[in-house]
T-cell receptor, first 112, second 118 residues
Framework: QKEVEQDPGPLSVPEGAIVSLNCTYS??????FMWYRQYSRKGPELLMYTYSSGNKEDGRFTAQVDKSSKYISLFIRDSQPSDSATYLC????????????FGRGTSLIVHP | GAVVSQHPSWVICKSGTSVKIECRSLDFQATTMFWYRQFPKQSLMLMATSNEGSKATYEQGVEKDKFLINHASLTLSTLTVTSAHPEDSSFYICSARSLAGGYSGELFFGEGSRLTVL
């Protein structure tokens, strides 16, 4: 079992839809949870990060962490064509090398 | 957020030549930078950890003599692909972790460098 599992998609939704992106992880030592957005031929951009269970909201984006289930989610409200990208979850333990373990990314397509 | 700049964004070279990619942290100091490689539709593969003033730490399976890393200052790390071959063609991305601005060591990535070896 991989440490971080993420469905690669692609996930295709109409503009305005609510998008749910998910990752599961196996290592209970993971304490820090990040979501990166990567446009084609570009480096990943840090979108959201959180250190605790529960929800964190930033504009149209909500990151949700359930440590008991080892499950994290990113919700995008009112999705736009400009949200079309690959979304990677990244998870790491506290301290140490700070090197996160990345999911393989989910490709999202928002069509007008 | 913290800004990491990478140059060049794309490069084409002949087989057997060497290519240098630069990674700079623009608004923060980075004692540690990371070099990743990404194949199409694949996730990021960590190649090595670049430490300022000391030798880089390479991941298993990554050739040290093929991928030379130098981290001479707190804001600059370079990756040199030596004697490049077509199988080295890939998307190379650097990153640095920021402890400034309220971040707790999250990684910030450069724009990536696409290498094509003919």
């Amino acid at each position: 079992q991989k440490e971080v599992e993420q469905d690669p998609g692609p996930l295709s939704v109409p503009e305005g839809a609510i998008v749910s992106l998910n990752c599961t992880y196996s290592n209970s030592a993971f304490q820090y949870f990040m979501w990166y957005r990567q446009y084609s031929r570009k480096g990943p951009e840090l979108l959201m990060y959180t250190y605790s269970s529960g929800n964190k909201e930033d504009g149209r984006f909500t990151a949700q962490v359930d440590k008991s289930s080892k499950y994290i989610s990113l919700f995008i409200r009112d999705s736009q064509p400009s949200d079309s990208a690959t979304y990677l979850c990244a998870i790491r333990a506290s301290g140490g090398s700070y090197i996160p373990t990345f999911g393989r990314g989910t490709s999202l397509i928002v069509h007008p | 957020g913290a800004v990491v700049s990478q140059h060049p964004s794309w490069v084409i070279c002949k087989s057997g030549t060497s290519v240098k990619i630069e990674c700079r942290s623009l608004d923060f100091q980075a004692t540690t930078m990371f070099w990743y490689r990404q194949f199409p539709k694949q996730s990021l593969m960590l190649m090595a950890t670049s430490n300022e003033g000391s030798k880089a730490t390479y991941e298993q399976g990554v050739e040290k003599d093929k991928f030379l890393i130098n981290h001479a200052s707190l804001t600059l790390s370079t990756l040199t692909v030596t004697s490049a071959h077509p199988e080295d063609s890939s998307f190379y991305i650097c990153s640095a972790r920021s402890l400034a601005g309220g971040y707790s060591g999250e990684l910030f990535f450069g724009e990536g460098s696409r290498l094509t070896v003919l």
